[in-house]
């Protein structure tokens, strides 16, 4: 296998939509909004694209097969806690970050504040994976749809990751 075919693309997506009762968790802040976030785990839209990009890249599928949510073990744990868990597996299967690219979609709470709060906790799961090769940008989407509605928050993630060994 030549260097170039050693290279992976992977993408993510998620949404979560808004509710009462829970924190706004995005990139392992609490962003102290009015409205939580409603999912199994603790709905962290960001984590949760950046992990299916990092699956799609090494093919290994997406964050509800690898953490069912009907499965009472991830019941309201830490998005974080399972990047962790994701950058185990691709460790073991000689799997090299190269670099994470993500925008998050809200007309609300803004974002920019916390980037690099969120950086730095997605960096320490994925065992202080540098900085500088973690983006996250924030956007609305001009009122329109349900995020302009503020009815929820969207995220997308692209992954570029190196196969160290003779995996394919």
Do not use: W
Request: hydrophobic share 40%; glycine share 12%.
């Amino acid at each position: 296998m030549d260097s170039l075919m050693k290279l992976r693309i992977g993408i993510g997506f998620d949404v979560h939509p808004f509710c009462d009762g829970r924190p706004c968790i995005i990139g392992g802040v609490d962003m102290h909004y009015h409205k939580g976030l409603m999912g199994h785990s603790d709905a962290d839209v960001l984590v949760h694209a950046i992990i299916d990009s990092l699956l799609g890249a090494a093919n290994l599928g997406d964050v509800g097969k690898l953490f069912p949510p009907g499965d009472p073990q991830y019941k309201d744990i830490q998005s974080l806690v399972l990047l962790e868990k994701v950058f185990g597996l691709l460790q073991g299967r000689g799997i090299v970050i190269i670099n994470i690219d993500s925008v998050v979609a809200c007309e609300e709470p803004k974002l920019a504040p916390a980037i690099l709060e969120m950086k730095t906790h997605i960096s320490r799961a994925l065992g202080n994976l540098e900085i500088e090769r973690i983006g996250i940008k924030g956007t609305t989407t001009e009122k329109l749809g349900f995020v302009g509605r503020k009815e929820g928050i969207a995220a997308q993630a692209v992954s570029l990751v190196y196969l160290k060994g003779d995996y394919s």
